[in-house]
């Protein structure tokens, strides 16, 4: 019974940890003139949330995993993605999200700010 049990642990630390979902979804343009509403994001460097994945359309890493989300404040969170590209395996990236309204979004990484619109 304790080998049995012992070999259950071992698996579930084992085992890669569950990713957590992003505090927000959709698509999200950046570097688009200010509006309220949501914009066409058609020529725009697009970022993604779905679920726990984060897809950038011209970033440098196309695709992230989410490890963790920390609420630091009302609309406000810090983020740790995971990513793997052609010459990085499994490489974390930490960035504070902040929801400034219902279409809008800063993502704030080592000083620089990107102003983030929702997409139509």
Known sequence: ?????L?????ALA?????????VTGRWGVGAPPSKDKIDCGKLRVIAFNGNQRTDSKGGV???RNVSVK????GNY?????FTT??????H?????????????????NGSTLKLQQCK
Do not use: F, W
Request: net charge neutral; no cysteine; glycine share 2%.
């Open 1 to 5: 019974m304790h080998k049995l049990v």
């Open 7 to 11: 070999s259950v642990l071992l698996i």
């Open 15 to 23: 085992a890669p940890a569950l990713a957590a979902n992003y505090p």
């Open 62 to 64: 196309p695709a992230y």
């Open 71 to 74: 609420p630091q404040g009302v």
């Open 78 to 82: 810090r983020v740790v993605d995971q």
């Open 86 to 91: 052609a010459q990085i395996s499994n490489a």
């Open 93 to 109: 990236v930490a960035y504070m999200l902040r929801q400034v309204d219902a279409t809008h979004l800063e993502m704030t990484q």
